[in-house]
C-alpha cells in the first residue's frame, strides 16, 4: 500500500508538471535563443546574460538532468558543485574553438538526452556517479552551441548567465538530496530512476528520427 501510495504522490507531483513542462516549453527550448530573441550576433549582453539563464531552465533535457542530480545521493555534495561547473562552462568555451557541425547535432541532441538514461542508472547504483562528470561537460557543450559566432560581450554575458542558472540549480539539488531521498525512499528512487530511463530512451528516439 505505502508503495502505491509513493507512486500515486510521485506521479502528482512530479508527472503532471513534468507533462505540463515538456508540452508548453519544449517548442521555446528548441528555438535558437529563449524569449524569441534571435540569432547570436543580434544579441545584446544582457539579452545573452538572459538567454545564458534561460536555456539551462527551459530546455527539457538539460532542466530534468540538473533536477536529477537530487535523487543519485552525491556524498559531500557540495564538494560536486565545483567541478561540475567548471566542466560544464569548460564543454561550452570548447564549442567555441570547435563548432558542432550541422550534419552531426541530431547525434550530439540524442547523446546529450541519453545522459537522462545513464542517470537513472546512476541511481540505481548500476554506474559510477563519476559519470556525472563528464555527462556535464556534454551537457555544457550543447548549450555553448548556441552563441558560437557571438562577439565577446553578448559571449560573456551568456556564459555568465549559465554560470548563474547552473550554480542556482546545483545548490537547490545538492542541498536538498538527503530530504529527497528520505521522502521517497528506496521504492520511490527506483520508480524514479525507471521513469528517468525511459524519458532519456524516448528523447534520444525523437532525435535521431527525422
Known sequence: ??????????????????????????????????????????????????????HPLLGPDHLLFMLGIALVGLK??????????????????????????????????????????????????????????????????????TIVGAEPTPLIGYFLGLLLAQLFLLLLVTQSTQSVIDKFGLNGRNLFAGIWIGIGLAFSWVAVIP
Open 76 to 145: 559531500r555534495s557540495i564538494k560536486w558543485i565545483f567541478p561540475l561547473l567548471a566542466l560544464g562552462l569548460a564543454g561550452s568555451a570548447l564549442v567555441q574553438l570547435q563548432p558542432l557541425p550541422d550534419l552531426v547535432a541530431p547525434g550530439a541532441e540524442a547523446l546529450v538526452s541519453l545522459t537522462l538514461a545513464v542517470e537513472g542508472l546512476i541511481v540505481l547504483n548500476l554506474v559510477s556517479t563519476k559519470w556525472l562528470l563528464p555527462m556535464f561537460s556534454l551537457h555544457g557543450y550543447l548549450l555553448g552551441s
Open 1 to 54: 500500500m505505502r508503495f502505491h501510495f509513493l507512486v500515486r504522490k510521485f506521479s502528482l507531483a512530479v508527472l503532471t508538471p513534468l507533462f505540463l513542462l515538456l508540452t508548453f516549453l519544449s517548442n521555446t527550448a528548441l528555438a535558437h535563443h529563449p524569449f524569441g530573441m534571435g540569432e547570436s550576433t543580434d544579441l545584446s549582453g544582457w539579452q545573452a546574460l538572459l538567454s545564458g539563464i534561460g
